[in-house]
């Protein structure tokens, strides 16, 4: 399974920004795809996740509201849009895959794409 992340880009606060996420090789509806992200010194962060069947979507508490996860399984992709953005909310952004359903937790994840960097000046 390889992953390639896209979209990212320097924003002004307020500003919307679309992620996206190409997934090449076999996915099955029992797997889920997730978004993380890290700035600079932090740790990897749970950012939300989407089950591959279901399409049912788990987020940050924090990031209610402003984020929102969808899949397009037909083109094996999955989306990140993000809205209101912050500049707190500057990071390279991940997407990955998890074979075993959902998790918060990066280690769980068995593939990861390379990350794209967002950027929200203030």
């Known amino acids: 399974v390889q992953l390639q992340a896209s979209g990212g880009g320097l924003v002004q606060a307020g500003g919307s920004l679309r992620l996206s996420c190409a997934i090449s090789?076999?996915?099955?509806?029992?797997?889920?795809m997730g978004w993380f992200r890290q700035a600079p010194g932090k740790k990897r962060e749970f950012v939300g996740a989407i089950r591959r069947g279901a399409g049912t979507t788990v987020y940050a508490e924090s990031l209610k509201g402003r984020f929102t996860i969808s899949r397009d399984n037909a083109a094996n992709t999955v989306s990140l849009e993000m809205n209101n953005l912050k500049p707190e909310d500057t990071a390279v952004y991940y997407c990955?895959?998890?074979?075993?359903?959902?998790?918060?937790?990066?280690?769980?994840?068995?593939?990861w794409g390379q990350g794209t960097q967002v950027t929200v000046s203030s």
């Open positions: 990955g895959v998890r074979f075993r359903g959902v998790s918060s937790n990066p280690e769980e994840y068995d593939y």
């Open positions: 090789g076999r996915l099955y509806s029992s797997h889920a």
